[in-house]
């Protein structure tokens, strides 16, 4: 039969019907599978899942209680309530029975298990209660903790004025894990009797009191992510069957392998099998295990919330409904005429998996292909492939240059069709012809894809994948191959505009958000959440009615200073030849970069993509950062010895102790470098880092000295970026009535400020304001003076910037500066 001929649904007289009798089938040796030995234990990605749902819904539950309080304090009594209406006698017998029986059921399924030599299940259910009790004492005491008294109150319950501690039921918790754990599904009896007596302990605590409705829920919801947890941690038994159960299913349909050799499925949730028949054909078995169905369903749920209609319908696959969609794919591919392998058989394989036998096309990909042998005939011929499925409104949804075959005799065949679609919209076709024409211009350029794809499909089609031709619709192989390539798509949108100069230039809107859109507004979240935090143990009104508010003005100067400072010093570091406000701008946005990455991570990141956009190429870009880092980092350690050894001989006013706290802190830090370069692994990886580091930065300082121009722009820079920030932190200080040596507010500046950088918190969130107060008492001022200051200091340096940073990052953006 031709390649291209429809071979429809199974006839009378087709394989399938002549399946020979079971005498026959079991007199018939069992084939030859070659294979390796599958793992006892498998990590299923189900439970990885469930146990990351379940934590969702304990964040949920832990949110809800601590902000609907008068909600669920109400609903609390409403329950407890009812259940004091209950017979006391009836639920005298329910505590009873609970309190033997959910003890007493999971040590007789354990020793159900051991009698059947199912030790290891016990085991890892047995470490599953061990951790829930572990978590549920951890969970206890920290919600009753100081600061969590209103959260305990509305999972726990107040009975003659003393606490019931105990949201995580600790009787309940380590049974549910248990019960997870050792994966009760398939004994009906077991668990009935399981979750009855746990339904009875739960009845028993709510009536006595001691736990709320919503405890019960955290109770049930911890014990499952524990179990989940501990499931893919240890593992779960391997249930998919072996070679020889697909060649045993595939004798029962008809076909009788002789011999089969394991080959690399084309997904992750998939298996092949090469199979040769006893009448001298080859079939490729696909096997589809039904643990495998959820991988990647993360990333699915993602592309489906964020793109309006590139997904496909379904992101949760059950193995039946993959098993069809395959199937219906094949069918409908082949009955319209295009190439593709034979399906001659589906089967389930017990009730773990199933198979598509398809009859074997020996070839290689066009992904594999030479770029020799990838000429303008054979990409004709997978043009006319693409035509044909686009006339019959078939959707491959995946059409990478992996999907396409192409036989000994140069003929393309369209395989893996897992994800395909039938009656597909208009949005599908166009993005399954923008990625092909993405992959095969990753091959042969831009010119040749265009040029031999419009002679087959028309330049009419070409210009309606203009809009669809971006990275978001595209896929992740493709993504990634982009990387090394970043003009690529813009090439192709010019070769087609050549042909129809009156297409539309926009990109079409298909996705929801962007990523930057969500880390910006998760930004901002968490920003405004640390900012309320830190002021809310202060008197804002009582600071403000206080505060010298002449010196927020002059504070404000040193703020703004700060960045004209930091593009002195980038600029001095740079040979080439940079924009002075654009750098000041680019500046200016980093301060909205740092609340999401710390102080150091963010400003070079910025920086470094930067430069790249201003022409310098990504090597020396990253050294000139590097560069000005390195001289940034000298001069702050000079800086600190310099003003240490000036504060400790000023006796003028209040200072720092003398320069003892200088020498002891050179002390530890020789003591702690001597204990890191001792560990040879440490030593090796400090060493290999920095001389990957100096390799870069080495070269590029040598090419500034060549400048005293830039050398002066560059230390200039910064010393000034220092010198702004001392004064900045010392106006915070007199606004509030202190006063202190310029050389100890330098000191207690440069202290705090080495550690914000080395913290991994956005903008140094933490670390930073406590160095500085606590620098500042230790200086002489009183608690509240130096708190105050520091939360001035920080309002003027990180806070107030945040806005007009973004405003700056938006424009720079638009500019493709940054």
């Known amino acids: ?111 159900d298990r051991l009698i059947h030599r199912d030790g290891l299940r016990i085991a890892i259910g047995v470490l599953a209660a061990v951790v829930a009790l572990g978590v549920s004492l951890a969970v206890d005491s920290w919600v009753t903790a100081a600061g969590m008294r209103d959260l305990a109150w509305y999972l726990t319950w107040k009975r003659h004025g003393g606490w019931f501690p105990g949201p995580a039921h600790i009787d309940i918790t380590p049974v549910i894990a248990y019960v997870t754990a050792v994966r009760l599904g398939g004994r009906t009896r077991w668990q009935l009797v399981t979750w009855l007596v746990i339904g009875l302990d739960a009845v028993a605590a709510l009536a006595a009191g001691g736990i709320t409705p919503l405890a019960i829920v955290t109770t049930y919801v911890i014990g499952r992510a524990i179990g989940y947890g501990t499931l893919y941690a240890a593992g779960s038994p391997n249930t998919r069957p072996p070679g020889r159960a697909v060649m045993a299913a595939l004798r029962r349909l008809g076909l009788d392998p002789v011999h089969a050799t394991r080959t690399s499925g084309d997904h992750d949730d998939s298996r092949g099998y090469g199979a040769t028949l006893a009448d001298g054909r080859t079939i490729h078995v696909t096997v589809l295990d039904r643990d495998q169905q ?80 990838l000429t303008d005939e054979l990409l004709t011929a997978v043009w006319t492939l693409l035509g044909t499925l686009q006339k019959h ?32 919209g208009d949005l599908a076709l166009r993005i399954d012809l923008a990625q092909l024409l993405t992959d095969v211009a990753l091959r042969v350029g831009p010119e040749r894809a265009v040029r031999t794809a419009a002679g087959v ?40 505009r050549v042909l129809r100069p009156e297409i539309a230039a926009e990109p079409a809107q298909l996705d929801r958000f962007s990523p930057r859109t969500l880390v910006s507004v998760i930004a901002g979240m968490l920003g405004a959440y640390l900012l309320l935090s830190q002021l809310g143990n202060v008197d804002v009104v009582a600071l403000a009615s206080h505060a010298d508010w002449r010196w927020f003005g002059v504070g404000v100067a040193g703020s703004a200073l700060s960045y004209l400072a930091a593009a002195f ?34 400003g070079i990141a910025i920086n470094t993509r930067y430069l790249q956009k201003a022409g310098v190429p990504a090597g020396q870009a990253a050294a000139s950062v590097g560069a000005s880092q390195v001289t940034g980092m000298g001069c702050h350690v000079l800086l600190i010895l310099l003003f240490g050894y000036v504060t400790g001989s000023d006796t003028s006013g209040p200072a720092l102790p003398p320069s003892r706290i200088i020498i002891v802190a050179l002390l530890s830090a020789a003591v702690l470098a001597i204990v890191v370069f001792s560990i040879g ?9 920095t001389r990957s580091l100096f390799a870069g930065v080495i070269p590029r300082l040598l090419d500034v000295l060549q400048s005293p121009k830039k050398i002066a722009t560059g230390l200039g820079g910064t010393l000034m970026l220092t010198a702004a920030f001392v ?24 202290t705090g ?40 200091f920080r309002l003027l340096t990180f806070w107030l910037p945040v806005l007009p940073g973004w405003a700056a990052f938006s424009h720079l953006q638009r500019q493709e500066a940054i």
């Open 569 to 602: 010093m980038l600029i001095g570091f740079v040979p080439e030849r940079l924009r002075l406000s654009r750098t000041v701008l680019v500046q200016l946005a980093a301060s909205f970069v740092k609340l999401v990455a710390p102080a150091a991570v963010g």
């Open 457 to 496: 499909l028309g330049p009419e089609s070409l210009a309606s994948a203009v809009p669809l031709l971006q990275k978001v619709v595209l896929a992740r192989s493709t993504r990634t191959a982009l990387r090394r390539d970043k003009r690529l798509l813009s090439g192709i949108r010019e070769r087609i």
């Open 393 to 424: 409104r078939l959707a491959h949804r995946r059409l990478v240059a992996d999907s396409i075959l192409i036989d000994a005799g140069g003929e393309p065949y369209l395989i893996d069709l897992r994800t395909g679609e039938t009656a597909a």
């Open 727 to 750: 004064l900045c932190l010392d106006a915070s200080i007199r606004a509030f009535g202190g006063s202190l040596g310029l050389a100890t507010v330098a000191v207690v500046f440069l």
């Open 753 to 792: 400020n080495a550690l914000g950088s080395a913290a991994p918190t956005p903008g140094g969130l933490g670390a930073v304001e406590g160095a500085l107060s606590l620098g500042l008492t230790l200086a002489g001022l009183p608690a509240g003076t130096a708190t105050s200051a520091v939360l001035m």
């Open 681 to 689: 692994p440490i030593r090796r990886l400090i060493t290999s880092r």
């Open 1 to 111: 039969m031709p390649a291209n001929e429809s071979p429809g649904p199974p006839r009378d007289g087709d394989m399938l019907t002549r399946a020979p009798d079971a005498a026959a089938r079991d007199a018939a040796p069992d084939p030859l599978v070659e294979e390796p030995s599958l793992p006892a234990r498998i990590r299923r990605p189900a439970d990885a899942i469930r146990f990351l749902l379940s934590v969702g819904i304990i964040v949920v539950i832990l949110g809800l209680a601590h902000i609907a309080r008068q909600t669920t304090s109400g609903l609390a009594s409403d329950i407890t309530h009812g259940t004091e209406q209950a017979p006391h006698l009836l639920l005298t017998l329910a505590g009873l029975a609970s309190g033997i029986g959910v003890l007493a059921v999971p040590v007789a399924f354990g020793v």
């Open 294 to 373: 959820t991988s990647d369903l993360l990333y699915r749920l993602w592309r489906r919330v964020r793109l309006r209609g590139g997904t496909p319908r379904r992101t949760i696959r059950s193995l039946r409904r993959s098993l069809e969609q395959e199937s219906l794919m094949a069918y409908a591919t082949a009955s319209a005429g295009a190439a593709t392998p034979r399906l001659l058989a589906t089967s389930e394989v017990g009730s773990e998996a199933a198979l598509l036998a398809y009859e074997d096309v020996p070839g290689r990909t066009l992904a594999g292909l030479p770029d020799e042998e």
